[in-house]
Nanobody, 124 residues
Framework: QVQLVESGGGLVQAGGSLRLSCAAS????????MGWFRQAPGKEREFVAV????????SYADSVKGRFTISRDNAKNTVSLQMNSLKPEDTGVYYC?????????????????WGQGTQVTVSS
């Protein structure tokens, strides 16, 4: 049984930082691309970042480039999202997701497994 468990969310002031972590179990972690998505109230879930299983390449949504960094530790089966210079518009539930695609991208349908999410709230 695959489980993805996010942690590290919370309330932070604009300009602050948070680090999200996702612990994976029940899958061969190194064979999956790992992504982060977020969903704000009343909005659709959107792509944030991906760390691919192929060479560890990464991609980011334009809205977070230069502020967020995704990284993974295959020995610990974890993926992290370092979020700096946070803005109120970064507020939402952040989800960890795993994709078996060779070169996973921003499409929600590319991801096979999802975590339950962790709330991030950025106050102005």
């Amino acid at each position: 049984q695959v489980q993805l468990v996010e942690s590290g969310g919370g309330l932070v002031q604009a300009g602050g930082s948070l680090r999200l972590s996702c612990a994976a179990s029940g899958l061969t972690f190194s064979r999956y691309s790992m992504g982060w998505f977020r969903q704000a109230p009343g909005k659709e879930r959107e792509f944030v970042a991906v760390n691919r299983r192929v060479g560890g390449s990464t991609s980011y949504a334009d809205s977070v480039k230069g502020r967020f960094t995704i990284s993974r530790d295959n020995a610990k089966n974890t993926v992290s999202l370092q979020m700096n210079s946070l803005k109120p518009e970064d507020t939402g539930v952040y989800y960890c997701a795993a994709s078996s695609s060779y070169y996973a991208g921003p499409g929600i349908n590319e991801y096979n497994y999802w975590g339950q999410g962790t709330q991030v709230t950025v106050s102005s």
